[in-house]
T-cell receptor
Framework: NAGVMQNPRHLVRRRGQEARLRCSPMKGHSHVYWYRQLPEEGLKFMVYLQKENIIDESGMPKERFSAEFPKEGPSILRIQQVVRGDSAAYFC?????????????FGPGTRLLVL | GENVEQHPSTLSVQEGDSAVIKCTYSDSASNYFPWYKQELGKGPQLIIDIRSNVGEKKDQRIAVTLNKTAKHFSLHITETQPEDSAVYFCAVPTSGTYKYIFGTGTRLKVLA
């Protein structure tokens, strides 16, 4: 049973470009969460999605960031007009159910570097 | 909102010794407490978790204890090995929901 998959693993962008990060949840999981990790810090919640629905985007910056989880295909975290402060590791997690006692399983992350 | 504090931030132990990492939380409604291990360049991997209906859970060399009254839970690693060296994070779902609040991490170094 494959785990959470993310690609690319590393992404380099110049300021002003767009970054697209992809996440495929574990088989049987329909709940996807995106977290951001700055160097030497813990993970910070960004957004929670179910298929075709954004449930909670309270941790995501209002501008330049968007997320989707289409009916077919992976979840996408999109960052437009990247700035140096967007450099971080972005992790996707998935769970079978969204309740608080449900374990979230994390992918290997995408490390974004903005030059 | 939920506040999670994790201590210590760094911990060095000799191989074979025990390591203990502690997290405190603020939301008394929290009822699930996972611990993750993150190796360099990788994503967090669940190593053990505990639910609020028990006070302790053990899995070979790893154990977690929970004190709901004092609102803290601890990770215990016995007979540490060099491959235990990593950053360990505790997490607490906010008010029993999906939104995990992570501790700031503990960098464990096991000296051979």
């Amino acid at each position: 049973n494959a785990g959470v998959m993310q690609n690319p693993r590393h992404l380099v962008r110049r300021r002003g470009q767009e970054a697209r990060l992809r996440c495929s949840p574990m088989k049987g999981h329909s709940h996807v969460y995106w977290y951001r990790q700055l160097p030497e810090e813990g993970l910070k919640f960004m957004v929670y999605l179910q298929k075709e629905n954004i449930i909670d985007e309270s941790g995501m910056p209002k501008e330049r960031f968007s997320a989707e989880f289409p009916k077919e295909g992976p979840s996408i975290l999109r960052i437009q007009q990247v700035v140096r402060g967007d450099s971080a590791a972005y992790f996707c997690a998935s769970s079978r159910n969204p309740q608080g006692q449900e374990t979230q399983y994390f992918g290997p992350g995408t490390r974004l570097l903005v030059l | 909102g939920e506040n999670v504090e994790q201590h210590p931030s760094t911990l060095s132990v000799q191989e074979g010794d025990s390591a203990v990492i502690k997290c405190t939380y603020s939301d008394s409604a929290s009822n699930y407490f996972p611990w993750y291990k993150q190796e360099l360049g990788k994503g967090p991997q669940l190593i053990i978790d505990i639910r609020s209906n028990v006070g302790e859970k053990k899995d070979q060399r790893i154990a977690v204890t929970l004190n709901k009254t004092a609102k803290h839970f601890s990770l215990h690693i016995t007979e540490t090995q060099p491959e235990d060296s990593a950053v360990y994070f505790c997490a607490v779902p906010t008010s029993g929901t999906y939104k995990y609040i992570f501790g700031t991490g503990t960098r464990l170094k096991v000296l051979a």
